[in-house]
């Protein structure tokens, strides 16, 4: 990976690793569904005046329709609904580390629809990142209840699935697409659908909307969180092996622990420590690539000529 692909990874981890515990406090002040739905709209809307700024092409051809609302649809309503639904139920850093088996979701998928094969480098990096998350996970291993909290883990896992499927989908139709552009209607069409189904059904509290906290923290959330990091998302994901990207911000959760214990009290433990570890090194197993002995063999011999 080049310089500025692992700079756009890093930024993504720090926005998108502080983010969770800010989402967690906003479900309890705002309602989820409005909270979603607000959020992917001025995500959405945002994006549009730096578009414009840009001049740069902002509705649509005919033809990009039908894919821009299958993919709005596993976007919003596969991956952000479903999440915000059950992080009313689970911790912030927690959520953050079901969500990320979303790497292990990809590197299947990608390894079928993408012609990305999963080699021994990959497999050894998605397994120490998969045990990085077991440890991570492994006290609520050992006391699993069916109760509100073990549906809302489910359905984390399941964002996360539909967080791969969306990539995927992303990679094969729309690797060339304006990366602003294709941000735009992934969150504005499935964003309006969960507002006017939220209109129906949550109470509006205008006290609520017109806190200037309430509203600063909205702003973030959206604009830099939502709007800014999904246009960097889809740009790192038309750069590298969607696999790479995918394992590369598998940190996030670590960091979104870290913040957690920082900001919201949530504590760290030695299996968050020993998981953050494994994590990393499955980061750069899968991440540095490694001459074989013939490469290097053959570069020996070339210097030597």
Aim: net charge positive; glycine share 6%.
């Amino acid at each position: 990976m080049n310089i500025r692909v692992v700079s756009a990874i890093a930024l993504l981890c720090l926005v998108w690793g502080s983010l969770w515990g800010l989402v967690k406090h906003s479900l309890q002040v705002f309602p989820p569904f409005l909270f979603i739905s607000t959020r992917l709209i001025l995500a959405a809307l945002t994006l549009v005046v730096v578009q414009f700024i840009l001049k740069k092409s902002i509705l649509p051809k005919t033809g990009e329709w039908k894919p821009l609302i299958i993919l709005s649809a596993m976007v919003c309503f596969g991956f952000y609904a479903t999440q915000t639904f059950a992080m009313q139920f689970v911790d912030s850093g927690l959520s953050a580390v079901l969500v990320f088996t979303m790497p292990i979701f990809i590197g299947v998928l990608a390894h079928y629809f993408l012609n990305e094969h999963l080699n021994k480098q990959k497999i050894v990096g998605l397994i120490l990142g998969t045990f990085g998350l077991i440890a991570i996970l492994w006290p609520q291993l050992q006391h699993l209840h069916l109760n509100l909290s073990l549906v809302g883990e489910f359905f984390l896992i399941g964002s996360g699935f539909f967080w791969a499927m969306a990539t995927i989908y992303i990679k094969r139709n729309f690797a060339t697409y304006d990366k602003i552009k294709l941000t735009i209607w992934q969150l504005l069409i499935g964003g309006i659908a969960i507002f006017i189904g939220a209109l129906m059904f949550e109470t509006v509290d205008k006290t609520v909307w017109q806190d200037p906290l309430n509203e600063s923290l909205l702003f973030y959330i959206a604009v830099v969180g939502t709007g800014f990091a999904f246009v960097l998302w889809n740009w790192i994901v038309s750069q590298v092996d969607t696999f790479i990207a995918s394992i590369s911000i598998m940190c996030i959760p670590v960091l979104s622990l870290f913040f957690g214990a920082i900001i919201w009290g949530e504590s760290l433990t030695v299996n968050i420590f020993i998981g953050a570890a494994l994590i990393c090194s499955g980061i750069v197993a899968s991440s540095l690539k490694f001459n074989s002995k013939k490469a290097q063999l053959a570069y020996c011999t070339k210097q030597s000529q």
